[in-house]
Antibody, heavy 126, light 109 residues
Framework: EVQLVESGGGLVQPGGSLRLSCAAS????????MHWVRQAPGKGLVWVSH????????IYADSVKGRFTISRDNAKNTLYLQMNSLRAEDTAVYYC???????????????????WGEGATVTVSS | EAVLTQSPGTLSLSPGERATLSCRAS???????LAWYQQKPGQAPRVLIY???SRAPDTPDRFSGSGSGTDFTLTISRLEPEDFAVYYC???????????FGGGTKVEI
C-alpha cells in the first residue's frame, strides 16, 4: 500500500524551530518529486515547497523562503521540512505529498500531486 | 506568478444536479499543469483531474475538466451524496517555478 506518514508536529513558540518528517512506503520514493502543502485552520490549501528526485533545486513559496528547508533521504525513504523562525501564521496542518511530474517529454506534460499523507499539526503560539 | 480565483465560493445544490465550478487565472497558464482536487471534512485532499481534463485513476466519469488559457472548469454531471466537499484548482508555472492553489469552492447540499 502506498503510504505517507508525517511526524514531528507540535506546539512551538514564535521564533522557534521544528522539523517535520515524512516516511514513505509502498513505492519507489527516489523516483518521485515530493511536496509539502499546508492548510491553516478553516482555510484553503497553500503549497509550501517541492524537491526533485535527487534533492536538487528545491523551490519554496515566498511566505517561507529563507526560513524553511526541504530535504530528503532516499536511502531512508524520508522527506523532511526544517522550519525555523516560526510565526503564528505558520500554524497549519502540514501535508507530505507525492508529486507526478512530466515537464520534459511531449506531448503528455503534467504536474500534479497524487498521494497525500494525513498531515502533521503545527501550532505556533506563546 | 498567476493567481487562481475560484468561483463561486459556495455552491448549494441537490443530489442529481449538475455542478459547474470555475477556476480563473490572472494570466494565461498551461493547461498541462492545471489540476483539480477534492477535500472532504477531516480528510486529506485527493486529485480528481490533471492536465486540465485527464481523470486521475479512481475518479468517477461524472467528473470532467475543461478549459485553456485563463479559464478552467470542473463539471460534476450528476451530484452524488459523496461529492459534497471542497474543490481546489492548482497550477504549476515554470518560469520562475511556482505552484499555486485557488481558494476553493465548497459544494454543499
Amino acid at each position: 500500500e502506498v503510504q505517507l506518514v508525517e511526524s514531528g508536529g507540535g506546539l512551538v513558540q514564535p521564533g522557534g524551530s521544528l522539523r517535520l518528517s515524512c516516511a514513505a512506503s509502498g513505492f519507489t520514493f527516489s523516483s518521485y518529486w515530493m511536496h509539502w502543502v499546508r492548510q491553516a485552520p478553516g482555510k484553503g490549501l497553500v503549497w509550501v515547497s517541492h524537491i526533485k528526485t535527487d534533492g536538487s533545486n528545491p523551490i519554496y513559496a515566498d511566505s517561507v523562503k529563507g526560513r524553511f528547508t526541504i530535504s530528503r533521504d532516499n536511502a531512508k525513504n524520508t522527506l523532511y521540512l526544517q522550519m525555523n523562525s516560526l510565526r503564528a501564521e505558520d500554524t497549519a496542518v502540514y501535508y507530505c505529498v507525492r508529486g507526478r511530474v512530466n515537464l520534459w517529454t511531449p506531448p503528455s506534460y503534467y504536474y500534479y500531486m497524487d498521494v497525500w499523507g494525513e498531515g502533521a499539526t503545527v501550532t505556533v503560539s506563546s | 506568478e498567476a493567481v487562481l480565483t475560484q468561483s463561486p465560493g459556495t455552491l448549494s445544490l441537490s443530489p442529481g444536479e449538475r455542478a459547474t465550478l470555475s477556476c480563473r487565472a490572472s494570466q494565461s497558464i498551461s493547461s498541462n499543469y492545471l489540476a483539480w482536487y477534492q477535500q472532504k471534512p477531516g480528510q486529506a485532499p485527493r486529485v480528481l483531474i490533471y492536465s486540465a481534463s485527464s481523470r486521475a485513476p479512481d475518479t468517477p466519469d461524472r467528473f470532467s475538466g475543461s478549459g485553456s488559457g485563463t479559464d478552467f472548469t470542473l463539471t460534476i454531471s450528476r451530484l452524488e451524496p459523496e461529492d459534497f466537499a471542497v474543490y481546489y484548482c492548482q497550477q504549476y508555472a515554470s518560469a520562475p517555478p511556482s505552484v499555486t492553489f485557488g481558494g476553493g469552492t465548497k459544494v454543499e447540499i
